[in-house]
C-alpha cells in the first residue's frame, strides 16, 4: 500500500500579492511549525493519480479546468485562458512542504525539456522559491474551484484546451509526470 506525503494548504492567508509580501518571516516559522505538527495533512509518496471528492466538474479528471487569474510575484495578473493552446501543469505547493520541494527539481527540468514543444508549468504557492517557471500567488477561491484541494502537493495536468487530463496527490517522480505529458505534447 502507497502512502501520500503533502501537507494542507492554508490559501486564505494569500488572498492578494499585498499580503503575502506582508507574511513576516516570523509568522512562516509560526505556520511551517503549526503544519509540521499536522502529520495527517502530510501526504506521502504516490505516484497514483489522486482521487476527488469535489463535486463534479470541479478539477475532476475529464472536465474542464476552471478558470482563474492570479497575480505572479510582481503583482501582474496571469490568467489560466492565456495559456490555452499549452500542456499545463499546475501544482499547488509551498516550500515549508518537504514533499513539494523534492518535486520542484522535477518541474525545472520539465520546464527546461519541454517548453519549446509547448509544456507551461505554472505553480500557485504560498511562498517563494528560485524555479524556472511561473509562479502565481494562490487563494483559498482557486483552491475550491479545483475540487477544494487541501492537501499539498496537488498537481494537475492539463491538455492543450484546458482539460484536465492527470490529478496527482503527494510527491509524484518525474517519470511518471513525463509519461503522462509527452503524449499531450505530441498531439500538437
Not at 113 to 123: A, D, F, I, R, S
Not at 137 to 143: C, L, Q, R, T, W
Request: charged share 20%.
Amino acid at each position: 500500500m502507497s502512502t501520500i506525503r503533502s501537507y494542507r494548504a492554508p490559501f486564505a492567508a494569500f488572498d492578494s500579492a499585498r499580503a503575502a509580501r506582508r507574511f513576516s518571516a516570523a509568522a512562516r516559522v509560526v505556520l511551517a511549525l503549526s503544519l509540521a505538527a499536522m502529520p495527517s495533512a502530510c501526504a506521502k509518496k504516490s505516484a497514483q493519480q489522486g482521487t476527488s471528492a469535489a463535486p463534479a466538474g470541479k478539477g475532476e479528471v475529464g472536465s474542464i479546468a476552471p478558470a482563474f487569474t492570479l497575480p505572479d510575484l510582481e503583482g501582474k495578473p496571469v490568467a489560466l485562458a492565456s495559456m490555452k493552446g499549452k500542456v499545463v501543469i499546475l501544482d499547488f505547493w509551498a516550500t515549508w512542504c518537504p514533499p513539494c520541494k523534492e518535486e520542484i527539481p522535477h518541474f525545472v527540468k520539465l520546464q527546461s525539456k519541454y517548453k519549446p514543444q509547448g509544456l507551461e508549468v505554472v505553480g500557485p504557492f504560498v511562498d517563494e522559491h528560485d524555479v524556472n517557471y511561473r509562479m502565481l500567488i494562490g487563494n483559498e477561491d482557486v483552491a475550491k474551484a479545483y475540487g477544494n484541494v487541501t492537501m499539498i502537493p496537488t498537481t494537475f495536468v492539463l491538455d492543450r484546451n484546458g482539460k484536465i487530463v492527470q490529478r496527482f496527490i503527494g510527491y509524484t517522480a518525474l517519470e511518471v509526470f513525463e509519461e503522462t505529458i509527452r503524449p499531450l505534447l505530441a498531439e500538437g
